[in-house]
Every structure is written in C-alpha cells, then in structure tokens.
T-cell receptor
Framework: RKEVEQDPGPFNVPEGATVAFNCTYS??????FFWYRQDCRKEPKLLMS???SGNEDGRFTAQLNRASQYISLLIRDSKLSDSATYLC???????????FGRGTSLIVHP | SAVISQKPSRDICQRGTSLTIQCQVD?????MFWYRQQPGQSLTLIAT?????????ESGFVIDKFPISRPNLTFSTLTVSNMSPEDSSIYLC?????????????FGAGSRLTVL
C-alpha cells in the first residue's frame, strides 16, 4: 500500500460547483499534513496546511480525520483558475521529509 | 518565502551524456532537497544535500548516477550522469520555507529534461 494515496481523477466540474478530494495515508504516526497546488508545467506551491481542527481559507476548506487516516480538501464556487493538480503531502512524526501523493487533477469548465 | 533560481529550465540531451542542474537560493538554508517528477507521477525525493557533508540518497538513487555538490549554504548542483531515455523527467530543487511554517517546502521552477 502506498504511503499517500489519492484518486488521480480528473475531476471535471462546471464553474460554481463544489468539489471535494480525499487523500488517505498509511502511517498512523504522520504528524503534518498539507495540500499543494501544481499548475501545468509549473512547480508545486503550498495551498494550505491542514490542522487537527480543520482550517478554511476563502473558498477552500481542509480537514483531517486521524481516526480514519485521511485528509480532505473542499473547494466551493469553483473558478476556471482552480484547474490544476492538487497534491496531498504528509510528514511522518519526527521527519523533515514529506511524502507526496501523485495528485488529483481538477478541470473546471465554463 | 525563499526564492529559488533553477537552471536550465529545460534541455534536450543525447543518450550517454551528463547534465548538471543548478539551484541558487536567495537565503542561507541548511538542507536542500532534490526531487524527480516523472510524467503523471508524484514527486520522488532523490537526495538531501547538506553543506559540508555528502548528500543523503534515498532508496533507488546512487551517488554515481546523481552526484550532488553543496559548496555553500545558498547553492547546490545535481548531475544526471550517463543519461538514458528513462531519465527524462522534471527535476526540482526545494528548501524548507520557514516563513510558511514547519515542514513546508518551496520549490524551484524545475528543469525539464528530455533524453533522446
């Protein structure tokens, strides 16, 4: 089983839709969780950290479920500019090296 | 956030040759990380480069194939040696972005390598 698993998609949604991605991790000792965004032919960039209490940044909401070992990303009111690959990233406790999921592709169409 | 300059941004190389990728950071950092991203795949860590010591390689990557230099706290190079078409990939350097929080990475723009 891969350490971090994501549905690669693509998720194809119309503008204005709400879309959610899940990511599961296998190591229960994982400590830090992130969502990165990667645009086509660009480097990954941090979208948001995921805290135990969940966090929200505008249209984006991230949540952590430690019992079931998954994190989620919810995007409300999708924009065309949200089209990208969303990478789930997990750090084990005590490790400074993150493990990346293969990403979930989102396509927002008019 | 740290600003990373990486070059070349892309290159097309012949089989059997070697290519050196450079990564320059605008601030001093302890560790620099080199990643590979093959088409449609996740990022895979090649090695961690520390100033003043040999790089630490991940399983499946060896120094003879991917020699790394780290002459100071702002610069590193990764060489892809004796290239084959299987080495065609995007190579990215990254550093911890302390301003964004613990364990957050900032990446260079990547070097897209095509081996013929």
């Amino acid at each position: 089983r891969k350490e971090v698993e994501q549905d690669p998609g693509p998720f194809n949604v119309p503008e204005g839709a709400t879309v959610a991605f899940n990511c599961t991790y296998s190591n229960s000792a994982s400590q830090s969780f992130f969502w990165y965004r990667q645009d086509c032919r660009k480097e990954p960039k941090l979208l948001m950290s995921v805290y135990s209490s969940g966090n929200e940044d505008g249209r984006f909401t991230a949540q952590l479920n430690r019992a079931s070992q998954y994190i989620s990303l919810l995007i409300r009111d999708s924009k065309l500019s949200d089209s990208a690959t969303y990478l789930c990233v997990v750090n084990r406790q005590g490790s400074y090296i993150p493990t990346f999921g293969r990403g979930t592709s989102l396509i927002v169409h008019p | 956030s740290a600003v990373i300059s990486q070059k070349p941004s892309r290159d097309i190389c012949q089989r059997g040759t070697s290519l050196t990728i450079q990564c320059q950071v605008d601030s001093q950092v302890t560790m620099m990380f080199w990643y590979r991203q093959q088409p449609g795949q996740s990022l895979t860590l090649i090695a961690t480069a520390n100033q003043g010591s040999e790089a630490t390689y991940e399983s499946g990557f060896v120094i003879d194939k991917f020699p790394i230099s780290r002459p100071n706290l702002t610069f590193s190079t990764l060489t892809v040696s004796n290239m084959s078409p299987e080495d065609s990939s995007i190579y990215l350097c990254s550093v911890h972005d302390r301003g964004a929080g613990a364990n957050v990475l900032t990446f260079g723009a990547g070097s897209r390598l095509t081996v013929l």
